[in-house]
């Protein structure tokens, strides 16, 4: 299977994308993961990149395809991936396009609304837990239950922040969908559901469609 994971930011696909590579054994690939590699490797790729975000300036589309172009010709990749946070535009899908061929999309869909209501409860710890109030609330309030330490809402997750990052995706990102239903490659799920009912309804759907 080559997935591609579509959906607004708190959708949950970055969740289903791990629990969908563990039930088929795929690689997760996630494009903060390999800008985090390359720069800690101090490839020619991510000293270039960090260039770029030092700035403060987006890292331009020809360097991130080369990275994720890199990533999905290792061996690991071989039996199938799932891709997130990438492509986030039409212009690096067609380049997607050059490198392989994505098998399937699924997009998580949810409302901005309940986008908005989940991402100004979710709380993140230093170790990398993360929590919701409303779905997953940690057994003792604004405490981490891994590590004890204090958890905090971060900068993007307040409302004008988040409806800032809905429009960028409703903007850059969604015509995606439009591009790959022409291919036929499209699967739409209701992120509306729990975190297993939207696991179970892709999994229902890759059923049938492999």
């Known amino acids: 299977m080559k997935l591609l994971f579509l959906g607004p930011p708190g959708a949950g696909k970055g969740t289903q994308a791990i629990s969908v590579c563990k039930k088929y054994s795929l690689v997760h690939i996630a494009t903060g993961d390999i800008f985090r590699k390359e720069f800690s490797e101090k490839s020619k790729l991510g000293v270039l990149a960090k260039s770029y975000m030092d700035k403060g300036d987006l890292v331009p589309n020809d360097i991130t395809i080369k990275m994720v172009k890199k990533r999905l010709s290792q061996d690991d990749c071989v039996n199938g991936f799932v891709l997130d946070g990438f492509p ?29 209501e989940r991402l100004e409860g979710r709380l993140v710890c230093k170790c990398g837990a993360t929590y919701n109030i409303v779905t997953n609330s940690p057994k003792v309030c604004g405490i981490c239950d891994e590590c004890g330490d204090r958890l905090y809402q971060r900068d993007d997750d307040k409302s004008e922040a988040i409806r800032k990052r809905l429009e960028i995706y409703h903007g850059t990102t969604e015509p995606l969908i439009a591009f790959y239903k022409l291919k036929g490659k499209y699967i739409m799920i209701n992120g509306m559901q729990s975190i297993d009912g939207v696991f179970n309804s892709i999994v229902s759907e890759l059923s049938r469609k492999f």
């Open 88 to 116: 986030r535009d039409v212009s690096q899908a067609e380049s997607l396009e050059k490198i392989c061929a994505i098998d399937y999309v699924v997009e998580i869909h949810c409302p901005d609304e309940q986008i908005v």
